[in-house]
C-alpha cells in the first residue's frame, strides 16, 4: 500500500469514523454504567429533534435534481431487490412466522439516519449529507410502509395504521418543509434559529442512543439466522447498490452516497418494529448488534475505494 493509500485510510478512520464510534461508544458505556432511560430520550430525537433536522435541511438544500431524482429511483430498486430476496431465502431457510417478517425488515430497513447521516456528512460534506438525507427520508417512509404491512397482518384496522404512519413527525416534517420551500412561507429570526439548533443536535444524539441501544441487545439469541442476515446485509447488499447506482446513472458523490446508505446495517428502529408485533424481536437484537460490528469492517473498506 502506498503512502498516499496509506493516508486517506487514515483520513477516512480518524476523520470519519473515529467521531462517530467515539460517540457510539460513549453511549454504550453510559448505559451500561447508569441504566439511562434510552426509550424516553430516543422520543426526544423521535419527536424534536429529527423533525428539526428534516425540516430545516429541506429548506436549505441545494442538489441537483437530476441526481435527487437518480437517488431516489435507486433506493425504490434496491429495496425492491433486496426484499424480494430476503422473502425468498427465508422460504428457503424456512424460517417461519415472526421470524420470516423480521429477516425480511432487517434486510431492508437500514441505519442511514443515526448513521449514515453523520458518516455521509464527515465523508463527503454538505453536499453528501443532503443526498444521504433524501435517502434517509425515502427509507423512513418504507418503515412506515413495513410498519403498515405489520399493523394489517396483526391487527384488523389497518386503516388505523395507515392514519399511524401520516402523522408520524417526520411525515409531517417533510411535508412542512415542502410546504415552506416551494411557498417561501417560513420561521424567521430566533424562532428559526432554534428550528435550526434542534437539528443541529440531532446527529451526536442520534450516535448516543444508537449507542445505548446496542447496550441492550443479545446477539447469542437465533444466532444462525442472525450470520445469515448479517452477510445479506453487509456483503450481498453493498455488490447490488454498486451495479444499482452505476445502472441508474449516478455518479460523483450521488454515487458515492447512494452506495454507503445502502450498506449501512440493519436500522434500530426494527427493534421497535418487532417487538411491537412480536415478530422475533430477539432476533432483531442481534441482528442489528452483529451487522453494526461488522460495519466497522466494511463501511471503511468501501470508503476507501469510493472517496
Known amino acids: 500500500m502506498t503512502g498516499e493509500a496509506l493516508r486517506e485510510l487514515g483520513d477516512i478512520l480518524f476523520q470519519v469514523l473515529a467521531p462517530i464510534v467515539i460517540l457510539v461508544a460513549a453511549g454504550f458505556l453510559l448505559e451500561r454504567r447508569f441504566h439511562l432511560d434510552t426509550k424516553s430520550i430516543n422520543r426526544i430525537v423521535y419527536f424534536v429533534l429529527s423533525p428539526s433536522l428534516v425540516y430545516s435541511t429541506i429548506l436549505t438544500l441545494e442538489l441537483d435534481p437530476d441526481a435527487t431524482g437518480r437517488s431516489v429511483l435507486f433506493a425504490g430498486l434496491h429495496m425492491l431487490i433486496m426484499g424480494a430476496l430476503a422473502f425468498l431465502l427465508a422460504k428457503q431457510w424456512r424460517y417461519e412466522g415472526g421470524l420470516a417478517s423480521a429477516?425480511?425488515?432487517?434486510?431492508?430497513?437500514?441505519?442511514?439516519?443515526?448513521?449514515?447521516?453523520?458518516?455521509?456528512?464527515?465523508?463527503?460534506?454538505?453536499?453528501?449529507?443532503?443526498?444521504?438525507?433524501?435517502?434517509?427520508?425515502?427509507?423512513?417512509?418504507?418503515?412506515?410502509?413495513?410498519?403498515?404491512?405489520?399493523?394489517?397482518?396483526?391487527?384488523?384496522?389497518?386503516?388505523?395504521?395507515?392514519?399511524?404512519?401520516?402523522?408520524?413527525?417526520?411525515?409531517?416534517?417533510?411535508?412542512?418543509?415542502?410546504?415552506?420551500?416551494?411557498?417561501?412561507?417560513?420561521?424567521?429570526?430566533?424562532?428559526?434559529?432554534?428550528?435550526?439548533?434542534?437539528?443541529?443536535?440531532?446527529?451526536?444524539?442520534?450516535?448516543?442512543?444508537?449507542?445505548?441501544?446496542?447496550?441492550?441487545?443479545?446477539?447469542?439469541?437465533?444466532?444462525?439466522?442472525?450470520?445469515?442476515?448479517?452477510?445479506?446485509?453487509?456483503?450481498?447488499?453493498?455488490?447490488?447498490?454498486?451495479?444499482?447506482?452505476?445502472?441508474?446513472?449516478?455518479?460523483?458523490?450521488?454515487f458515492a452516497v447512494a452506495v454507503m446508505q445502502a450498506s449501512m446495517p440493519s436500522a434500530v428502529n426494527t427493534i421497535v418494529i418487532t417487538n411491537e408485533f412480536d415478530a422475533a424481536p430477539d432476533f432483531t437484537a442481534g441482528a442489528v448488534l452483529m451487522t453494526t460490528l461488522v460495519s466497522l469492517l466494511t463501511l471503511p473498506t468501501l470508503l476507501f475505494f469510493l472517496r
Open 103 to 254: 429477516f425480511v425488515i432487517t434486510t431492508i430497513l437500514m441505519n442511514n439516519g443515526n448513521y449514515g447521516l453523520p458518516l455521509n456528512l464527515f465523508a463527503f460534506g454538505e453536499t453528501g449529507f443532503g443526498y444521504a438525507l433524501v435517502l434517509f427520508m425515502f427509507n423512513a417512509m418504507a418503515g412506515g410502509a413495513v410498519s403498515i404491512f405489520l399493523a394489517i397482518r396483526g391487527q384488523s384496522n389497518g386503516l388505523a395504521a395507515l392514519r399511524r404512519t401520516l402523522v408520524q413527525p417526520i411525515i409531517i416534517a417533510m411535508i412542512l418543509g415542502a410546504f415552506s420551500r416551494f411557498t417561501h412561507i417560513a420561521p424567521t429570526g430566533s424562532l428559526m434559529d432554534m428550528v435550526d439548533m434542534a437539528g443541529q443536535a440531532a446527529i451526536p444524539v442520534f450516535l448516543l442512543v444508537l449507542g445505548m441501544s446496542l447496550a441492550q441487545t443479545n446477539v447469542r439469541a437465533n444466532l444462525s439466522p442472525v450470520l445469515r442476515l448479517t452477510a445479506v446485509r453487509m456483503i450481498i447488499s453493498p455488490a447490488i447498490a454498486l451495479a444499482l447506482a452505476a445502472l441508474v446513472g449516478l455518479t460523483g458523490v450521488a
